[in-house]
């Protein structure tokens, strides 16, 4: 079984939102690191958004989704959201979360982290 696992993805258009989960199985999300990341195709994976719990800053946002993307966390359940809002079709990808016990390491760095879900479809129509 994979350790994280996405859902909430799927077709939706321009100005609309999403909310994707990702759940862990067992109890590896406490305390640890959790990010989003997005690969579109023919692109690198890029970092979306990011949780770190030695904090400040906790959230950290790519400049492109602030004001759009909320990350939030609710850990009783091991589950980590990420609520998209005015939604574009750039935002058309493949979404990833993933999850890292190093907290020395960085959040926005997709290398940095070990475990990661099978990604989720985002597809974003004009």
């Known amino acids: 079984q994979a350790p994280l696992v996405e859902s909430g993805g799927g077709l939706v258009q321009a100005g609309g939102s999403l909310r994707l989960s990702c759940t862990a199985s067992?109890?590896?999300?406490?305390?640890?690191?959790m990010g989003w990341f997005r690969q579109a195709p023919g692109k690198e994976r890029e970092f979306v958004a990011g949780?770190?719990?030695?904090?400040?800053?906790?959230?950290v946002y790519a400049e492109f989704v602030k004001g759009r993307f909320t990350i939030s966390t609710d850990n009783a359940k091991d589950t980590v959201f990420l609520q998209m809002n005015s939604l574009q079709p750039e935002d058309t990808a493949v979404y990833y979360c993933?999850?890292?016990?190093?907290?020395?390491?960085?959040?926005?760095?997709?290398?940095?982290?070990?475990?990661w879900g099978q990604g989720t479809q985002v597809t974003v129509s004009s």
């Open positions: 993933a999850t890292d016990a190093r907290h020395w390491l960085t959040v926005v760095n997709p290398h940095d982290y070990d475990y």
């Open positions: 067992g109890r590896i999300l406490s305390n640890n690191r």
């Open positions: 949780f770190r719990p030695e904090g400040p800053p906790n959230f």
